[in-house]
């Protein structure tokens, strides 16, 4: 079983950045992929970045050029540097682990608002 802990979230004035982070423990696999979904109000959970051990990224081409995703393999530990933050990026922020041959996980989800 992999467990994953959220911390980062809040709230924060447009243009504003704000860093989430994610760490993984139990059974993780030395080969996996982790990242961050988000879910707005009314909306379906969509993908916002994820990384691979590897290093290489997805993002969302709404966040592209704005968020950074990173990851310290080490600690199990992924990073989400999020700047220029819109409205629209208001969300409950989801970590996710993925491995071959594992369940997906899910974390409880932090939430991410953007107002003035």
């Known amino acids: 079983q992999v467990q994953l802990v959220e911390s980062g979230g809040g709230l924060v004035q447009p243009g504003g950045s704000l860093r989430l982070s994610c760490a993984a423990s139990g059974s993780v696999f030395s080969t996996n992929r982790m990242g961050w979904y988000r879910q707005a109000p009314g909306k379906q959970r969509e993908v916002v970045a994820v990384m691979w051990t590897g290093g290489k990224a997805t993002y969302a081409d709404s966040v592209k050029g704005r968020f950074t995703i990173s990851r310290d393999n080490a600690e199990n530990t992924v990073y989400l540097q999020m700047n220029s933050l819109k409205p629209e990026d208001t969300a409950v922020y989801y970590c996710?682990?993925?491995?071959?041959?594992?369940?997906?996980?899910w974390g409880q989800g932090t939430q991410v608002t953007v107002s003035s």
């Open positions: 996710n682990y993925f491995a071959l041959g594992q369940f997906n996980v």
